[in-house]
């Protein structure tokens, strides 16, 4: 089986707004084992809607509409749906019944307007919007099913998960989609492809997508199987491959970020951090806190964009960054260091770096950023020369030094007999 | 004139991707006065494809698609379109020789397979692709135009600006879009619906698109119109009106965001900030310095999770904390101005406040945030309480002290007789 979506508003058309429901859409069609062949987005002019739903219904098994089921003159699917169908629209007194209530509810009485939210395509099942003012309908017609959805996202998401889902799922395919969502953290995206490449075609009833995010580089194996046990153990199978190609820049097999990698493990191990950091300017600190119980692990940090600061509130000494320069090794060192004494901390994170665009030099140029990561054995430093602008180098920074806690909680250096 | 916007590639049908090529294109043809009214993104199979495209012809002036052009056996753009349009391909002999050459360059030779990527529709004219190997093409059929541009948004946008639109321009239209962006900060969209709403009717030739965003409101009035003294002085009055109606709330009438506006504000001002922050975890800081130049007005920042922080690094009284607890007005003001204090900045800036999802009392809920700002006149505070999850509270309250800042610097406070 397979599915068209269509997201029907104008709002949709303009340069500023995505339709991102289908993502979720996609996401619970796939798991039912429908796959999505082709997503429209289309605004509320009468003649181009009927067109779309007219070559959306001559090729899917299954249409899946969001959006257009307001109050207002602008709110067409209803309409347009049951005309293309040739059926009526009618009144529910369910349905009119249940808006009024629900206005009543919160104080007010409905708009007259609301009533046209009681139109129920003839022949179609209502499905039940408790979020929300309009409600869903599914319509079976000359062998397709069309579903129509508020355009709302937490609306569409219910009705999808509670309505939906099931009834689609009794249509009684086997066939389902079977993913993995890996992680990668140190890699860009051209060297993670050229890792795992090799593998598809020993792999060629899999699919795989690899996804530069905001957060890391990921992978996201895939197979569409009526036979579960087949497909987990091939998926298996595919993973621990790429696991091996991957190595220690693989960070999780089950969609845990960077972030909730670092948490568990500063948790679980009962270390606490504190970090001092001046080219990130609070990006690190930002990320390490972005999880709720972040403060059981979490002290604090300096941004220490001045240098004055970092002598204050840090304790590098001053001659250090006059000697060797407030983008150096040593003050990389010194300031993991000076924080982690300060604070008490069991791990202290120093970053400095030049996140450009401007002050950069031909010895340190615009990119250049030092990370240093001290425990109870020290301080430890490495210099990473990173590309893009401000935003990625700021970004790739903090992903390294994250990446920097998690490999020396999970792999602590050996120590070297002296 | 109207288009339509194909996206070609399966990766854009699965739960993980999202087209964005088509808000670029969109803003471009809006900007030469054609409206967009329809999207559609579809696979690599060659019928959907092909009815994509008849789909298209069949209601659209002009048809843009992108993606497909590549050199595998996937990349069916080229072939589908030719074979639609009953027109040959045919291998291009400048096309080739410029690939060859774009390989040669970098020291290799041309595989077999990039030879199809010089392949061209018969009729078609060649848009040279100076960033990469796909060149787009220029097609005019059955009275419509098709431009065939490739999937990487970097040389999409370069075909697009130097190559289409320009002969896009020469079709003559004079209607164009005309646009404003206003930026509001201190307000909830539906505040902003409620304050502009009533001009719509009495502006009933534009239309305005209210956007909420990671960043704040965004309101994008906008007008179509084939005399530009006309459109500018209608939308001057409209946004006149809007202004009057938002209030300090309205911080940019050109899309300068928050942090623009703050940046270009102390920058003018010359003067220097440095802040204390708990609850946002370092956000404000990101924020503070996400823009290049930020050193000279930033000096630092503390991001004192830990109580002991806040007195050891910021000196705030340990007994003052024990009394009022750390989230209170008093230990804010200590915040804004011990930061201040310790780094001689002219704004000192603290925030307390708890993000949740856990820690809240009936008394200190999720949600409530202490924001002190402190100047040479003293530290002055005001309290929130945020609606949303952990991520939104720490939005809005780093998007209120940086409108504290804006509104500090702008609006100073009337000092008082005593």
């Known amino acids: 089986m397979n599915a068209e979506i269509i997201a029907v508003g104008s709002e949709l058309l303009t340069p500023y707004r995505l339709d991102t429901n289908s993502l979720f859409l996609t996401d619970q069609l796939n798991r039912l084992g429908i796959r999505v062949i082709h997503k429209a987005v289309v605004g509320d002019g009468p003649e181009e809607m009927r067109s779309s739903f007219q070559h959306a219904l001559a090729r899917a098994d299954i249409v899946v509409a969001c959006g257009g089921l307001g109050p207002t003159d602008d709110d067409r699917t209803r309409q347009t749906v049951a005309e293309l169908l040739g059926r009526r629209l009618l009144e529910n007194v369910d349905v009119l019944r249940k808006l009024q209530e629900r206005f009543r509810r919160f104080g007010r009485a409905m708009p007259e307007i609301n009533a046209r939210q009681a139109l129920v395509i003839e022949g179609a099942e209502v499905l039940p919007n408790p979020r929300g003012t309009a409600p869903g309908q599914w319509v079976e017609a000359r062998g397709h099913i069309l579903v129509l959805l508020p355009g709302v ?115 679980e191990s009962r270390a606490t951090i504190a970090i001092a950091e001046s ?29 004055q600061l970092k002598t204050q509130l840090v304790g590098v000494p001053e001659e250090l960054i006059e000697a060797k320069g407030a983008v150096s090794s040593e003050v990389a060192l010194a300031l993991a260091d000076g924080i982690r004494r300060q604070t008490g901390a069991t791990i202290g994170v120093g970053i400095t770096g030049i996140a450009g665009p401007t002050g950069g030099t031909p010895e340190k140029p615009v990119g250049l950023v030092h990370i240093g990561i001290a425990n109870q054995h020290g301080p430890r430093e490495r210099a990473f020369r990173f590309p893009g602008d401000r935003e990625r180098i700021r970004f790739f920074a903090t992903q390294n030094a994250l990446d920097g806690v998690r490999r020396l909680c999970l792999f602590p250096p050996v120590p070297t007999e002296t």
């Not at 992978?219 to 153990?233: G, K, V």
Request: proline share 3%.
């Open 279 to 307: 080219c990130t300017g609070g990006l690190l600190a930002e990320r390490l806190t972005c999880l709720s119980g972040s403060s059981a692990y979490f002290l604090g940090g300096v941004v220490c964009y001045s240098n």
């Open 153 to 267: 996202p937490q609306e569409m998401r219910a009705l999808m998960e509670t309505e939906v889902a099931p009834r689609l799922a009794k249509l009684g395919s086997r066939t389902r989609l079977y993913t993995r969502d890996l992680r990668i953290v140190g890699l860009f995206e051209s060297e993670v492809e050229q890792r795992v490449s090799p593998l598809y075609a020993q792999y060629a009833d899999t699919e795989t997508t690899i996804l530069a995010t905001a957060n890391g580089i990921q992978l996201h194996p895939r197979i569409w199987s009526d036979d579960s046990a087949y497909a987990e153990s091939r998926l298996g199978e595919l993973v621990g491959q790429m696991a091996l190609v991957l190595g220690k820049n693989l960070i999780s097999t089950c969609g845990e970020t960077i972030e909730e990698v670092v948490a568990r493990i500063l948790t």
